[in-house]
C-alpha cells in the first residue's frame, strides 16, 4: 500500500506495532493536555524512529513558532534528543498565520537547494525560505519534554494564554 492511514492512540499503536515505515506524516492536535503532551515526548520519538526504516522521513507540525516560540522549540529539540536529524521549517498558512513543522531523519541529512519541477506551489524560492527562519522565531532555550515533565503543555498553556 502506498498510504496507511492510522486512526489510534500513536503512542499505544508504535508500542504493538512491528511494521517499518519510509514516511511518518505527523499531525496531531496541539499539546494543550497531557494526555496529548505525551505524543510529543522523547519516549514518542523514540518509538517512532524504532518503527523506520533506514533513511526513514519524518513530517511533524510543530505549533506556531512566532506566537508559541518555547513551544515549538521545545518539539524541535526533544525530537533531536530522540536521535533524530532535525531541519525545522515554518511558512505561512491561511487560517493560523505562521506555523511551524519538523522534517527529521534518523540520519544527517541536507535540504535540496532546489524544489522537484513542475509543482504548483514549491520552486526553488519557497524551497529556501521555508527553511530560513527570522530572529522573531529563533531558537531559545528550552527543556526537552518527557513523559515525566510534561513540560511543552506548561510552555504551551503559558503562551497560548497571552492571546485569549
Known amino acids: 500500500t502506498r498510504v496507511k492511514v492510522i486512526n489510534q492512540d500513536a503512542m499505544i ?12 506524516i505527523i499531525d496531531f492536535p496541539d499539546p494543550n493536555t497531557f494526555a496529548l503532551g505525551k505524543l510529543y515526548t522523547t519516549r514518542f520519538y523514540r518509538l517512532l524512529k524504532r518503527s523506520l526504516n533506514d533513511g526513514g522521513t519524518v513530517g511533524i507540525q ?9 513551544s ?28 511551524g513543522f ?4 534518523v540520519a544527517e541529512f ?3 537547494k532546489q524544489a522537484p519541477k513542475d509543482l ?9 525560505s521555508l ?7 529563533s531558537a531559545v532555550p528550552v527543556e526537552i519534554n518527557r ?18
Open 120 to 128: 504548483r506551489f514549491l520552486n526553488d524560492d519557497t524551497m529556501v
Open 131 to 137: 527553511f530560513t527562519l527570522s530572529a522573531d522565531t
Open 102 to 105: 519538523a522534517l527529521a531523519r
Open 13 to 24: 499503536w508504535l508500542e504493538d506495532q512491528k511494521e517499518m515505515f519510509d514516511v511518518a
Open 62 to 70: 510543530c505549533t506556531s513558532p512566532l506566537f508559541a516560540r518555547t
Open 147 to 164: 513523559l515525566d515533565n510534561q513540560v511543552l503543555v506548561h510552555y504551551y498553556e503559558s503562551e497560548w494564554r497571552r492571546y485569549e
Open 72 to 99: 515549538y522549540w521545545c518539539i524541535i529539540k526533544t525530537i533531536e534528543s530522540a536521535g533524530f536529524s532535525v531541519k525545522p521549517y515554518q511558512t505561512a498558512v491561511p487560517a493560523f498565520g505562521v506555523w
Open 110 to 112: 541536507e535540504i535540496p
